[in-house]
């Protein structure tokens, strides 16, 4: 069955919603077009989800490698098999939920993650993971059958709560995780080992989870925004062009801690002042040129850090993060003439480290396309943008072309219990998935 | 025996530094008038006494309420009593060594404390301390009578290394020591009063080491300057002119922290930011008139900090010091109006406390004279200039007049093993204390 002519079987809410519509899937107008995947449904399953780890202020805790997400990952298998998918968890915890495709060709894959930061909202993540079993779902009913068999992913641990920094089920997929990292134990001595056991992986065999590139011919994910972007502009789909690169350097300042009180101003070596010119050099530099480039300082720490004592030292971390790797070395470039200058001016020594990069991942022409005409199908409006966030669409980068949905995030705040997205622009980012999974479906030759 | 007309015991290398001296105490030229303390003995029991609490990289940790403390005391008492003084300790600790007068009149005090910080240096303390003993071992000498009964006083933990903020005996002579001081506990359980007990104090009593108006006629101390003033100027002898006051208060910016990858820089409200103007705007407003007068942000800290979210808060202190307390209040108010509009421009809220005031403890000008001209007696150039420091003469200044002398600190350093304060210029201070002493023995009609 072709991805187009579905029915709809929305009901209750989402008929509301669907009113205005056309029932026309090839509109490309202002006007919602049918949907296939089910509002209310898709809502259902995220406010469920959010009961795993419930927070009484509001939000989750769910943690990665704890007992909140061992519960949201019970509950989550739970929809993939009711949704008829064949549900495995590989060596490094990642739950993969497969549906058989017609030829044999690689797998196209598509989804996110459930974990949360501690103190977190019920979006980040749990909505494209939902979508994507939604969209399975909504298959099913429409009796869709697709080339290429589909899978649905939930990335472990991807916000790196504990034992690792982040992405740690991607990163698993993309083999770069060190080789010691199932060892590693937490505050009480329980080791990451025991905990993927428990969830059905394997600490011994977490290289085993790595995905050879040539396995899979693709992977969509969807995703709140995390960033005001969408949400100021009114539009309800973003097409996003790549994750931006990070560069990340500690920079040192080392003056002369003295008496705050017996030393004079003009013979001060005050770190903290040097550190201060320092931040605001940053900011300024970094709003130098035109862009969505970012630069943040959110880490300093100064000593001996007394009231009645100048600062002898000050570190302070200096991120900067842009889809473009010239520009975040050209601004970093720009920086480091400016601490020179500093230093000399406030007579202090600034050294930096050199920076942690992580280098751009971008997206693919033909999904960023495949997204746009999905959304343009459906009747909702784009937007190109980049996602200034980290996602395991990164590391999936790294073996297979990628494709990024974005929804609004009502504010752009994210990780924190204020997140929200409305059930309508859930619904809209799903149908976006929906499509675009069967269009690549349609496109991709292998 | 009059304080004029004294012959030098100095020997060995106090002999060499005075071959120059004209030997006429009179004498108010450049020259070195005859010295009545002996440089080389004084030098000796510093040398003795950096033995208590003696670190390997040099200097020394001899806190107050520790084993290294009570060793030095009880080497300090055995001075005071080979030169002839009859010892006690009061109930907070301070040990006060007395030597009677010819006339019914109340006690001429002159001494400092022994107890240092963490790695501190052999002089702050020390030196005032030792010269105090080298005093009555002079005036015993020379066979020297006083009108008023002299008493050399080490006041306990002037450093406030452990229990209490600092000048913690000066302040139980004060009586403004809080009543549950000496129930405190160290990180150990072990009380203040039971460290009391074992430097034969009482903790029960505390109150009474209280000293009523009227039972001290003035009080005398000698310290190194702790900053680079006279050093720099070459200067032997500063008259100090009252101990600062000192403005202290903890300001608050409260922005929003927000994810440092999906907030543009135009929709920031970065607390860190806010801060950093406000520390670059102290420091102007500090300078923005002319004088002594000093301001420090000793303190920061922000929250959440993490390199990767943009600070949402930032707590840092401000430190005032001047000897006018209206100049510390002018600047005081022309920060506080540079924190609202940097508050506004910044889009943060900026709050600070009520500041927390020491207020200036002047010296009497009848003791500043009275070291000038002892100085000058001694052939000894001198520079009026305020303590940016706090000292236990300021406690003493609410119950008896204070004069304060200065000797320079080689390159301003202090609390430091690195501290250094050559023998000639110790012995320079001690003999400016000799002469003040008498000068004033004579002059004070109570």
Request: with cysteine; net charge neutral; charged share 25%.
């Amino acid at each position: 069955m072709s991805r187009n002519g579905i029915r709809n079987f929305a009901v209750g809410l989402s008929l509301a919603l669907l009113a205005g519509s056309s029932g026309s899937a090839q509109q490309s107008g202002g006007a919602a077009a049918e949907r296939n995947v089910r509002q209310e449904r898709l809502w259902l399953t995220l406010e469920k989800l959010g009961e795993f780890g419930k927070n009484p202020e509001g939000g989750v805790s769910r943690v990665g490698f704890t007992e909140e997400d061992l519960a949201g990952r019970a509950y989550v298998m739970g929809l993939m098999r009711e949704a008829g998918l064949e549900v495995r968890v590989d060596a490094a915890g990642n739950i993969f939920g497969r549906r058989a495709g017609r030829e044999n060709l690689p797998v196209l894959l598509f989804g996110s993650h459930i974990d949360s930061v501690p103190h977190g909202g019920n979006f980040d993540g749990d909505v494209g993971s939902l979508s994507a079993i939604e969209v399975i779902r909504a298959l099913g009913e429409h009796k869709v059958t697709t080339r290429h068999p589909l899978e649905v992913v939930i990335w472990s641990n991807e916000e790196g709560g504990r034992y690792y920094s982040g992405l740690f089920g991607s990163s698993a997929a993309a083999g770069i995780l060190p080789a010691e990292v199932a060892g590693r134990k937490d505050e009480k001595g329980e080791t990451l080992g025991n905990w993927l056991a428990r969830m059905g992986g394997v600490g011994a065999r977490i290289a085993e989870a790595k995905i050879a590139p040539g396995r899979v011919a693709g992977y969509v994910e969807l995703h709140i925004e995390q960033g005001a972007t969408l949400d100021e502009a009114k539009t309800p789909i973003g097409v996003v062009q790549g994750i931006v690169g990070i560069s990340l350097r500690y920079c040192t300042v080392v003056g002369f801690a003295n008496h705050a009180g017996t030393t004079p101003m003009n013979r001060r070596r005050d770190a903290l002042a040097a550190a201060a010119r320092a931040v605001l050099a940053l900011r300024e530099e970094v709003r130098a040129e035109p862009g969505r480039q970012v630069g943040t300082v959110g880490e300093l720490k100064l000593e001996p850090g007394a009231s009645n004592v100048i600062p002898g030292r000050v570190v302070f971390s200096v991120e900067l993060r842009d889809l473009d790797a010239d520009k975040i070395a050209r601004i970093g470039e720009r920086i480091q003439r400016r601490l020179e200058i500093i230093g000399k001016e406030e007579n202090v020594a600034i050294a930096c480290t050199e920076a942690d990069l992580h280098r751009p991942a971008l997206t693919a022409p033909a999904f960023q396309e495949a997204i746009r005409a999905s959304a343009r199908e459906a009747g909702l409006a784009t937007m190109d943008l980049p996602s200034g966030a980290g996602h395991d669409a990164q590391n999936v980068a790294r073996f297979a072309p990628v494709g990024m949905i974005f929804v609004p995030s009502r504010g752009g705040i994210s990780h924190s219990p204020l997140e929200f997205t409305p059930p309508e622009a859930v619904a809209n980012g799903a149908e976006v998935l929906y499509r675009a999974v069967l269009r690549l479906d349609g496109v991709l030759d292998k």
